[in-house]
């Protein structure tokens, strides 16, 4: 609270404004990891597009110059108009789509745990590598929503 008793009050605002983006982005980095994990079990060692790969593996999807990173969560964002959704429902929907990642992981055999995809930077991961990422992810915006709420930056 101190910390943003210092800063002018449309900052403080635009604080505000942002904690339902966070919702948003989680819902659709579960749709994203859904389609991931279900990529990885169709298809042998698929390469996974990732917001960190290089402009060479990039050019490979016929991403690159004025078009923009499909996954850059800024774009998400805007083009997905964060600010005006519904943070209820944004929340309600990711609790679907995480269910269903769980329906789908919940199903896997041993050896299907092992199945994967090739990560640019990483290369290949297996589901349970993929899974934790997912965790961490979470984690790192558990943290950030929890300070958020706190009204810390």
């Known amino acids: 609270m101190d ?9 403080r605002l635009d604080r505000l404004r942002s904690t339902p983006e966070i919702l948003c982005h ?21 390469p996974i597009l990732t917001l960190g790969a290089t402009p060479e593996a990039l050019a490979a999807w016929g991403i690159g110059g004025a078009i923009g990173h499909p996954l850059d969560p800024d774009r ?6 964060y600010a005006r959704q519904d943070p209820a429902g944004a929340l309600e929907t990711f609790g679907r789509r995480r269910r269903e990642v769980i329906t ?7 050896r299907q745990w092992q199945r994967g995809g090739i990560h640019q ?5 297996a589901i349970g590598e993929w899974v934790a990422s997912l965790a961490g992810h979470d ?8 300070r958020t709420l706190d009204g810390r930056p």
Do not use: C, K
């Not at 910390?3 to 900052?11: A, D, F, K, N, Q």
């Not at 279900?38 to 060692?45: F, G, S, W």
């Not at 998400?76 to 108009?81: G, K, S, V």
């Open 139 to 146: 984690d790192n915006h558990l943290a950030q929503l929890g």
């Open 76 to 81: 998400w964002a805007e083009d997905r108009q």
């Open 3 to 11: 910390e943003y008793l210092t800063r002018p009050v449309g900052i």
């Open 104 to 110: 789908v992981l919940d199903a896997l055999s041993p």
């Open 26 to 46: 989680l819902r659709d980095v579960e749709e994203l990891f859904l389609v991931r994990f279900q990529t990885m079990l169709a298809v042998d060692e698929p």
């Open 121 to 125: 930077a990483r290369g290949r991961m």
